[in-house]
C-alpha cells in the first residue's frame, strides 16, 4: 500500500494540466489530429487564466466562511491545529530549512488565533510522499520559523504524516488522549472541505478557519490571459476536487 500511495504525487501531476496538455498536444503533433489540438490548446489556455482558478473555486468546492475570536469562544475550541504545506529544505537566505510560502501563511494565521483565543498551536506535518527522506520534517522546521519570529513554540509537534488522511489520523493520536476534541482547524480555504471531512473521520469536532482564499486583483482582462500563477491556481483547485470525489 505504501508503494502504491508514493506514487501519489506523480499520479495526480501527470494528470493535472500542467503536464496533461503538453503531453495530450504532443500526442496531437505526432498523430496529425487537428481538431484534439486545437481543443487542448483552448483547454490549456482557460486553465491559465487566473478567472478560471477563481471560478472553478466557487463552483467545484465547497465554501467555507472566515471565523473570528467569538467563533472560537462559541464552539469552545480547545486547540488550534495547522496542517503542512512544504518546506524550503535549502534556505540560502537562513541557512536552514524554512517552510513554503504557502506553509508559513497558514501558521502566521494559526498563530493569530492561537494568541488571539490564548489557544495551544499543534502543527501536523512530517515529510510528504514525494520528499527525500534527508528533509527535516515539517513540524520540526515549524517550530524554527516561530522561533526566529520570536513566537511562542508549538505545544504539539505531529511530524510523520505524509499526506492530509494521515495528517488527520495521527494528530488525533496525539491531542485526544489528552482530552483535545474541539479544534480550530487552520489550512487554505481550497484545502479546506478535504481537510475538514479528514479530520472529522478521525473523531474531532472541526471549526473550519480557512485563510489563503483564491482571488485576484488584476484587471478583468488580466485575470483572462494566460499565467503560471493562473495555471498553479487551477490545477490546485483541480486537485481538491479529484481528492474529495475519492473521499466519496
Not at 82 to 111: F, H, I, K, W
Not at 148 to 176: C, F, I, M, V, Y
Request: aromatic letters at 8%.
Amino acid at each position: 500500500m505504501d508503494f502504491l500511495l508514493s506514487l501519489k504525487p506523480t499520479l495526480t501531476a501527470l494528470v493535472l494540466p500542467a503536464a496533461s496538455a503538453p503531453l495530450l498536444l504532443l500526442i496531437a503533433c505526432i498523430r496529425g489530429w487537428r481538431r484534439m489540438f486545437v481543443l487542448t490548446w483552448v483547454l490549456l489556455w482557460l486553465c491559465s487564466c487566473q478567472a478560471v482558478a477563481v471560478w472553478l473555486s466557487l463552483h467545484l468546492l465547497p465554501q467555507v466562511k472566515p471565523i473570528t475570536g467569538e467563533d472560537l469562544k462559541r464552539n469552545q475550541v480547545q486547540a488550534i491545529v495547522v496542517l503542512g504545506g512544504g518546506v524550503n529544505s535549502q534556505a540560502q537566505e537562513y541557512g536552514q530549512p524554512t517552510l513554503a510560502p504557502e506553509a508559513m501563511a497558514r501558521l502566521l494565521y494559526g498563530d493569530y488565533l492561537s494568541r488571539s483565543g490564548h489557544l495551544p498551536i499543534a502543527y501536523s506535518g512530517g515529510k510528504g510522499w514525494a520528499a527525500p527522506q534527508s528533509q527535516a520534517t515539517e513540524a520540526e522546521v515549524a517550530n524554527l520559523s516561530l522561533a526566529r519570529l520570536g513566537a511562542a513554540p508549538l505545544k504539539w509537534q505531529e511530524d510523520q504524516s505524509r499526506d492530509t488522511r494521515e495528517n488527520a489520523r495521527l494528530t488525533a493520536a496525539l491531542l485526544q488522549p489528552e482530552g483535545i476534541h474541539r479544534i480550530a482547524l487552520v489550512t487554505h480555504a481550497w484545502h479546506m472541505p478535504r481537510s475538514v471531512k479528514q479530520f472529522e473521520s478521525a473523531g474531532f469536532h472541526v471549526l473550519p478557519a480557512p485563510m489563503g482564499y483564491l482571488n485576484s486583483d488584476a484587471s478583468p482582462w488580466l485575470q483572462w490571459i494566460p499565467s503560471g500563477h493562473g495555471l498553479r491556481d487551477t490545477s490546485l483547485i483541480l486537485r481538491e476536487w479529484l481528492g474529495l470525489l475519492l473521499i466519496h
